[in-house]
């Protein structure tokens, strides 16, 4: 097939020449996408060798339409792509860099995610382009012109197949772990300075700077993650490779789907919170590879950092790779096509959920108490859906860096904010009960559903009753892992169980103390999809309320048939 493409390179060109643009129908990029993801296409030039062996580009911006890419095969077909961004031959890296990376580097600095992932067939300029923006973001935060004094701290991960290795540190393996509070360590990788990737394109590689704010009132330390992914193969490089090398090739399709399904998973969970709706249901599956475990607080719905996330499709314009080509500006059109469009509900002042950051600041300044918590200190670019994911510490933390403001207070605020999210999903949930299920949800969990208003006033562990799911604080002695939250199920109280009855670890259920407030419960456990939960009846344990840390309302999802937490 290239002998025969290279030898009708002039009637292809003749064709592309003769390509008349002005009959092609106007076309207007108006895909919706999530506020927190770009998504762009970089076309590289054709270099000094392809072209001496008289290969010729087929794939081409659109001239008069920004954000549209054609591509034009010599069996006089043409394909057109609507992709976000587009960066042309001509375009230095300086260019991607100051349009894709750069909003990030502001965003990181003050403490949140940040990460680009360049996709494409080998060979496509992933690692050009990665290595011209490492050198420009290095610069960029070394330079002075970030405010505030931070540390920088540099790790790169090549991921291959199952394995991990520490490019920093003669290829150590390295082990994904998740520590104690969910979060996806690397265990064993060296931070240190910069160096270049070997350029495998076999492998994704993975680098991660960490900006620390040495400030003691600072709260978590960014991350930025710039992510050289495994070269996507077409037919003609599977027909090159031993047989060995097939089993690599379908781990590597099959990380580059999940990371596909989870840009795609964590978009319809943006576009949720930007409606106002809550993202019950929607399933993301960053644990179904490596490489999107590596990267879980990005795509874990129930992650508590704020993340943006940046795509850069890598293109080679040559002839000899249009097929190639047509596969990643597929991959780059369904990210963008991820977002519905959802009708936005508007502002509505008993439901944190469709709060924009300005109607936030507002309730911040007008109920948090005298003396206000500053808003722009607890919710600097927030929005009421992303604050309602932020861990309780770091709110009481943000609260407390405003003056006078107790720990009382923080706490007291936090727990209104919340209440008035669960009051808000309580009465959808009414509502919805009243009429048909919608999507897969048929059997709304909701634990406390039926409340009546009155009772919605009260703390819940001032309204515990059978049903209701609870997290909780286990003690140390007992064998739970601490990796996922700890949920229970109540049953019941510890008076209506027998003074002899002992829990599934041993502990008597009711307490010698006649003042303790303890409850028998069946254990919630992570099931094994991403973020579901499924409820062990016969692990059941003594929880004193006092271990309770907060009521989490669960929806059952017939589909996957895990309970699911509604956010
Ligand atoms: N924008 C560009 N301008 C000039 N040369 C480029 C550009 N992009 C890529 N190249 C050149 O193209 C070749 C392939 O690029 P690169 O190695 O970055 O591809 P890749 O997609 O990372 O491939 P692999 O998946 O095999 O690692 C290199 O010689 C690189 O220097």
Redesign the pocket.
Known sequence: MEDFLLENAARHQHLVKAWNLKNKPPIKDDAVTSPNITVAT?I??M?EHEVSSGQVVATFPRTGASGVVDIHELRRVSFTFKVGKVFG?DRP?EKVYEELVQPLLPWVWEGNVGTLFAY??????????VTGLERLIAGSMLDGTLPGERRLHVSIIELAGNSAHDLLSSRQPVSVLEDSFGNTQLAGAQEAQVSEND???RSHAIYRIRVENPAPEALEDGLLYLI?L??SETARDIALHASERMEETREINKSLSTLKDCIRGMANVDSAGAAGKDAKGLYIPFRHSKLTKVLKHVFDPTGTRQCRTAVLA?INPSFLDTSASKNTLRYIEMLRSAQPKTQSVGFNPAVPLSWSNKDLRNFIMLKSGNPSVLPAVLAPHESGAQLLRLPADQFISRCLQSDGVTVEQAKAFHTKFWQLHVDSQRSSAKRNNGSAPSGNIVNSASSTSRDSSERNKLHFTERIRPGMVVRWNPPAELPLSKNEQNLALILCPQTAVGTEVQDAFGNPVCSDNPSTQRYLCALVVPGTLGDSYEVHIWRQVAVDVEKMEAEVLLEYNVTTRYYHITV
């Not at 494409?120 to 382009?129: E, L, N, P």
């Open positions: 970089r590289r030039p270099l031959a890296t494409g067939q080998t060979g496509s300029g992933k690692t050009y382009s350029g495998s394109s050289d495994a070269g890598c």
